[in-house]
């Protein structure tokens, strides 16, 4: 699947319709994300059961900061609906691949339960 735009209209949906989703927030201008944008796209084509979102963040300021973005580009990791990673910089495809990896092996109920138990906490 190759990577795909993504707005503040269609965000929520895209992390509701699909189990995995990794966003990388990038501008235009940014030399870092012109890099990581090749190693990005090579790695979405290997994975068909992952969306490789991309969301301008000059174009939708209001997404980036909702997401906190402080630092582009950042990469975000999204199982079902839950933030799973959560990283500013550029990463090379091994770091991507294995990032990729380690998002499907998450035992979900797992990290259900511990986002429970912070909530819990928060209360």
């Known amino acids: ?3 795909t735009e993504i707005t ?5 949906t895209t992390l509701t319709e699909n189990d995995i989703v990794l966003v990388d927030f990038w501008a235009d201008w940014c030399g870092p994300c012109k890099q990581f944008a090749p190693v990005y796209e090579q790695v979405s084509a290997r994975h068909e059961d992952v969306v490789f979102a991309k969301v301008d963040t000059e174009a939708e300021r209001n997404l980036a900061a909702a997401a906190n973005i402080t ?7 999204f199982r079902d609906k839950v933030l799973v990673y959560a990283q ?3 990463i090379n495809a091994t770091q991507l691949e294995e990032l990729v990896s380690a998002v499907k092996g998450l035992d979900m109920d797992e990290v259900h339960k511990q986002v429970a138990e912070q909530q819990g906490q928060q209360q």
């Open 88 to 90: 500013p910089g550029a």
């Open 1 to 3: 699947m190759a990577t």
């Open 71 to 77: 630092s582009i580009p950042t990469l975000m990791a």
């Open 8 to 12: 503040e209209a269609d965000f929520e």
